[in-house]
């Protein structure tokens, strides 16, 4: 062997080992840095070695878990954590026939992929997706062509529930709530505003802005005059309706707070925070009337009796708590659950109280005693919600896991129903206010509707394009909200389909669409189409 080759190679062997220890020695000290990178770069180069490019990773493609903040406090078992996933992007303008700068599938597979959305829930996405494809002169197109535009259209047309899409927030919506009346909402947002919006007309009134951490959730006074945030940034605010103005700042809580809620008669406000206690406001004055203090771990939920004399608080510590709401004193502890209980709410009478708890149940307890009255098992993990039915017959679940939500006696603690059909975790469930319909808001990007009576599903709501955290009926049951994680909340007509009528020709249909659907196809959508419209040419 020729000494420069056996030379070459002993370099060689020895720039490896010089690599191996390189390695090593970064790892050690924690420091991978650009100079730690450059070092083993260029040692690896001497051995020969290629090194595989390395590049900072983009942001993760969102997976379908549970969105929640992680709690400060420490916890024996933790709840699933939130992701830092953006909104998708803003929705272009405005429905239009012809795209200008999207290269599209032929009409033919363009009608096919809105058959899979308007039967997934989403036919206003299927409508556009026809409507981009069809030329300006639909007389153009071959009759074949035209009666399948036709039917699709018009099952698109009967079968819309999205009404209005309210657009302003830039980073998750957390929770969207409706007035008394039902004319006006509210929306809570990771991007630290709060904004009120019309529902008739789907605009925006007012943003709420002043916060410095992301506002967790939102509630109006009785009275719809006033609406209070809670924010991760440790203070909760009262705010005009009319001015969209500051009135109060609540200063008190040592840590995040995150739940809000007026008490019935409007006099008070109820905060929780993840300092371990919930306080009682006076709303005309904002200063504390009573501070609950207990709870060894955040609370994490909050809310007033019917007649708001007591207060029921759902802590991380495992137990739920009944105080009284003037003075403060801790009236029962609710014990029993092995985990977190995420949510604890009163009967209508006040005569009982139901808990969810990540420990895969949901119990129903005398409020009087605290005694368990029912475990309502079935779920595998993590209980997201627990609400009785406004006429108190009826208990609604739903989960994370096995992705359903459940109906159960309020008597007896017994199953009715299993609510199935989603793809993702549930993240929460809620009665119309007759008490004869369910809507769940879930991980799979959309809202279902559901008998109460039977558990039979009455529609699928899509057209989100990320997790929904929240769905909720209007005050009359006509309308429903939900918020979600991209970045929008979305009105829905309750009934089975929008109010329609026939329309007799594809111009008129196509005419009609462009007049009335709520938004456009997304840029993301757009791209999607000419992805596919390479792949089939």
Do not use: C
């Not at 919600?385 to 896991?401: E, H, I, K, L, M």
């Not at 119309?432 to 109460?452: E, F």
């Amino acid at each position: 062997m020729p000494a420069d080759t056996e030379m070459e190679q002993q370099e060689a062997r020895k720039a490896k080992r010089d690599a191996l220890v390189a390695v090593v020695v970064a790892v050690g000290v924690a420091v991978l840095g650009w100079y730690g990178f450059e070092r083993m770069s260029n040692v690896a180069e001497k051995a020969g070695i290629k090194p595989k490019p390395v590049a900072l990773a983009p942001a993760e493609k969102p997976k379908r878990k549970p969105i929640e903040i992680a709690p400060r406090a420490v916890e024996t078992e933790q709840e699933p954590t939130e992701e830092t996933v953006p909104p998708v992007e803003r929705e272009v303008a405005a429905p239009s026939i012809a795209p200008t700068q999207s290269i599209l599938p032929p009409l033919a597979v363009l009608m096919d992929m809105a058959r899979q959305k308007i039967a997934a829930g989403d036919p206003v996405t299927g409508a556009l997706l026809v409507l981009a494809g069809l030329p300006k002169d639909t007389d153009t197109l071959k009759e074949d062509e035209k009666a399948t535009a036709y039917r699709v259209l018009h099952r698109a047309y009967w079968d819309r529930r999205e009404m209005s899409v309210f657009r302003g927030h830039y980073r998750f919506v957390r929770l969207a709530a409706f007035n008394a009346d039902g004319t006006l909402a509210v929306t809570a947002s990771s991007d630290k505003s709060a904004r009120l919006w019309n529902v008739a007309t789907g605009t925006e009134i007012a943003a709420l802005e002043g916060h410095e951490a992301e506002v967790w959730s939102a509630a109006f006074s009785p009275d719809s005059r006033r609406v209070m945030t809670v924010s991760f940034d440790n203070t909760a605010r009262l705010w005009d309706v009319e001015s969209g103005e500051t009135l109060a700042v609540l200063r008190g809580h040592q840590a995040e707070v995150n739940a809000a809620a007026f008490s019935p008669d409007g006099s008070r406000m109820l905060t929780a925070s993840h300092d371990n206690t919930a306080r009682v406001w006076d709303t005309e004055t904002a200063t504390t009337i009573a501070e609950l203090s207990g709870h060894e771990s955040l609370i994490r939920t909050a809310a007033f009796s019917a007649d708001g004399t007591r207060v029921v608080t759902a802590s991380h510590d495992t137990t739920a708590r009944i105080w009284n709401a003037e003075t403060g004193e801790e009236l029962l502890v609710l014990r029993g659950h092995k985990r977190l209980v995420r949510l604890a709410a009163f009967s209508p009478d006040g005569s009982r109280v139901a808990t969810a708890s990540a420990d895969g149940t949901a119990r129903l307890w005398d409020a009087k005693t605290g005694a368990v009255v029912a475990v309502l098992s079935g779920h595998d993990q993590y209980v997201t919600a627990a609400y009785f039915s406004p006429d108190g017959r009826r208990v609604v679940t739903s989960a994370w896991g096995d992705n359903n939500a459940r109906l159960w006696n309020a008597d007896t603690g017994a199953a009715i129903a299993v609510l199935r059909g989603h793809r993702g975790e549930v993240n929460s469930a809620a009665f119309s206010a007759d008490s004869r319909r369910v809507v769940t808001a879930a991980g799979d990007h959309t809202a279902r509707l559901w008998d109460a009576n039977t558990g039979a599903v009455q529609g699928v709501l899509g057209g989100h394009a990320n997790a929904i955290y929240t769905a909720v009926f209007s005050p009359d049951g006509t309308r429903i909200l939900t918020a979600s994680a991209d970045g929008t909340a979305r009105l829905w007509d309750a009934h089975v389909g929008v109010e329609s009528k026939t329309i007799a020709s594809l111009k008129d249909l196509v005419a009609h669409l462009e007049a009335v659907l709520p938004r456009a196809l997304t840029r993301d959508d757009r791209r999607e189409l000419t992805r596919i419209a390479n792949v089939t040419r």
